[in-house]
């Protein structure tokens, strides 16, 4: 089975709404961590990661703490805006440069 | 600055016909890998390489072939193309490191198997 949990979606929030997306992960040891997000259209892309556990990766608002005691890497962001639209992915590493993904969370932000 | 390239964007096929779906990267990576991503399921790797020559299956690889020729070109076959193989197809590459490094995706191909 999947090793990447995130919360189901879609999520729908309006505009300047705080954005909280659920990630718990199971590994053996200590794997990076990773949220990736995809604009309509495009690939994925890295948004932000974290190697080590307590470790926050940031980027463009968005924050994710590595949290080792609860296997958790939450994403979240203060103040979502419309051109956050999009679907978003946690990840984990799964050996050499493997990626083991969540199923997605589809966000919508309204005007 | 191309990145990695993926094509074709769009592709349908029937059932038992056979295609090729091409990757190239120009960042001199060594690790390059195929997705495919269906709804509700993420994406799940098909197959990897972790440098020319050499090839190996990830989670979901029946029904496709790969080879490694050269560091910038990873294409993916369908041998005999089935209904269950309409997904779309993401290529990523990646540096070799000491843990996992970001992973950069083409746009990805959108196959519909009828």
């Known amino acids: 089975g999947n090793s990447v949990t995130q919360m189901e979606g879609p999520v729908t929030l309006s505009e300047e709404a705080f954005l909280t997306i659920n990630c718990t992960y199971t590994?053996?040891?200590?794997?990076?961590l990773f949220w990736y997000v995809q604009y309509p259209g495009e690939g994925l892309q890295l948004l932000l990661k974290?190697?080590?556990?307590?470790d926050k990766g940031s980027n463009k608002g968005f924050e994710a703490t590595y949290r080792k005691e609860t296997t958790s890497f939450h994403l979240e962001k203060g103040s979502v805006q419309v051109s956050d639209s999009a679907v978003y992915f946690c990840?984990?590493?799964?050996?050499?440069?493997?990626?083991?993904f969540g199923q997605g969370t589809r966000l919508t932000i309204n005007p | 600055n191309a990145g990695v390239t993926q094509t074709p964007k769009f592709q349908v096929l029937k059932t038992g016909q056979s295609m090729t779906l091409q990757c190239a990267q120009d960042?001199?990576?060594?690790?390059m890998s195929w997705y495919r991503q269906d709804p509700g399921m993420g994406l799940r790797l098909i197959h990897y390489?972790?440098?020319?020559?050499?090839?190996d299956q990830g989670e979901v690889p029946n029904g496709y072939n790969v080879s490694r020729s050269t560091t910038e070109d990873f294409p993916l076959r369908l041998l005999s193309a089935a209904p269950s193989q309409t997904s779309v197809y993401f290529c990523?590459?990646?540096?070799?490191?000491?843990?996992?490094?970001?992973?950069?995706f083409g746009q990805g191909t959108r196959l519909t198997v009828v």
């Open positions: 590994a053996t040891g200590y794997p990076s």
């Open positions: 990523a590459s990646s540096y070799l490191g000491g843990s996992v490094t970001e992973a950069f």
């Open positions: 990840a984990r590493g799964g050996g050499a440069q493997k990626l083991v």
């Open positions: 974290a190697t080590k556990a307590d």
């Open positions: 390489s972790v440098g020319a020559g050499i090839t």
């Open positions: 960042m001199n990576h060594e690790y």
